[in-house]
């Protein structure tokens, strides 16, 4: 069993930066491949960023490439998302989530079995 807590939501203008933390909770943190997804008012939740247990490798939405960078911490069970040049459309709820297993299908939230109450983005025009 995993928890995820998130913060570092907030309210900020377009081009400015933030940084999301995931702590997670239990002794196996390291094992998990852990992922950031997002879900905007009126849409379906989509995939951001993900990091692999063993490598560890990257993976990105082509909407984010070169503006964000997820990166973990397995000595503080803590997983972060460092969000560049933010824009309007990047308005959000985050979620961190942690996945085992196979370092396949990283990108859909099925894969994932756990999840954060999430962290609300928002980017002002």
């Known amino acids: 069993q995993v928890q995820l807590v998130e913060s570092g939501g907030g309210l900020l203008q377009t081009g400015g930066s933030l940084r999301l933390s995931c702590a997670a909770s239990?002794?196996?943190?390291?094992?998990?491949?852990m992922g950031w997804f997002r879900q905007a008012p009126g849409k379906e939740r989509e995939f951001v960023a993900v990091?692999?247990?063993?490598?560890?490798?990257?993976y990105y939405a082509d909407s984010v490439k070169g503006r964000f960078t997820i990166s973990r911490d397995n000595a503080k069970n803590t997983v972060y998302l460092q969000m560049n040049s933010l824009k309007p459309e990047d308005t959000a709820v985050y979620y961190c989530?942690?996945?085992?297993?196979?370092?396949?299908?990283?990108?859909?939230?099925?894969?994932?079995?756990?999840w954060g109450q999430g962290t609300q983005v928002t980017v002002s025009s």
């Open positions: 989530a942690a996945a085992q297993g196979a370092s396949n299908w990283l990108y859909a939230a099925r894969k994932f079995d756990y």
């Open positions: 239990g002794r196996t943190f390291s094992s998990y491949h």
């Open positions: 990091i692999t247990a063993s490598g560890p490798n990257t």
